[in-house]
């Protein structure tokens, strides 16, 4: 009897430990359901602004148009294929950024400035796909024709501690708390199904009449 009670007991625990399992596994696919559907909302948005600017660039100029739209062609067949995935890295996500804004300055020239700034060992560091492209959009947008030198500086950092704190800063006004839009609260939706509390996404006001969009998330390594 002492026998059969502890395999019994073992059984349910079993039984209880693939319940839990199964658990996990359907809250896991019902987020990343959540998750495709938002990004879904944030995707179009910005690759149709792109494809406004190289039209609009045909209009002034063809042969540069043609150029950035050759440059959009490239930058998409590198993207598209991690466009609809849940996680990427910190590597591959400031690849895209640096690509996307070699288009940018395509057509705004000497009008748009960008640097960035990060730690080798964020590289492999895990972040959320189209999380920092819309970002820098938002603010591109806001740099046309007749803007003066539009600078974004940006950064990934982490001070050692268990979270990863991303900021774009802009020497204007386009993260300016009240330039929050839909784009900005998907994005926050976003973050919000992945981390929970743990992670935020803020408009700031800087010195200087600059502004920035910062986010805070957990420090990940891309295997976890």
């Not at 050692?160 to 900021?167: H, K, M, P, S």
């Not at 708390?177 to 939706?189: F, H, I, K």
Request: aromatic content about 4%; hydrophobic content about 45%; overall charge negative.
């Amino acid at each position: 009897m002492v026998i059969l009670d502890r395999r019994r007991v073992a059984q349910a625990r079993e039984r209880l430990h693939a319940a839990e399992l199964d658990r996990i596994a359907a809250e896991r696919r019902s987020v990343e359901s959540d998750l495709q559907a938002l990004q879904a909302r944030v995707e179009p948005k910005f690759l149709f602004n792109t494809l406004a600017q190289v039209q609009e660039l045909y209009d002034q100029d063809c042969v540069r148009g043609e150029r950035m739209l050759d440059d959009l062609i490239a930058y998409l067949r590198a993207a598209m294929p991690r466009i609809r995935e849940t996680s990427s890295t910190v590597g591959q996500e400031l690849e895209l950024a640096r690509a996307y804004l070699e288009i940018v300055k395509v057509r705004l020239g000497e009008r748009i400035e960008y640097a960035i700034k990060t730690q080798p060992e964020l590289a492999d560091a895990r972040f959320p796909p189209m999380m920092l492209l819309p970002l820098i959009d938002h603010a591109v947008l806001r740099a046309d024709d007749q803007s003066p030198i539009r600078a974004l500086h940006i950064a990934m950092l982490h001070d050692g501690d268990a979270q990863l704190r991303v900021t774009i800063r802009d020497n204007g006004a386009a993260f300016a708390p009240e330039a929050a839009d839909e784009g900005v609260g998907s994005l926050r939706e976003r973050l919000a199904a992945l981390y929970g509390e743990k992670a935020s996404l803020a408009l700031e006001h800087c010195e200087r009449e600059a502004t920035a969009a910062v986010i805070s998330l957990p420090l990940e390594p891309a295997t976890s």
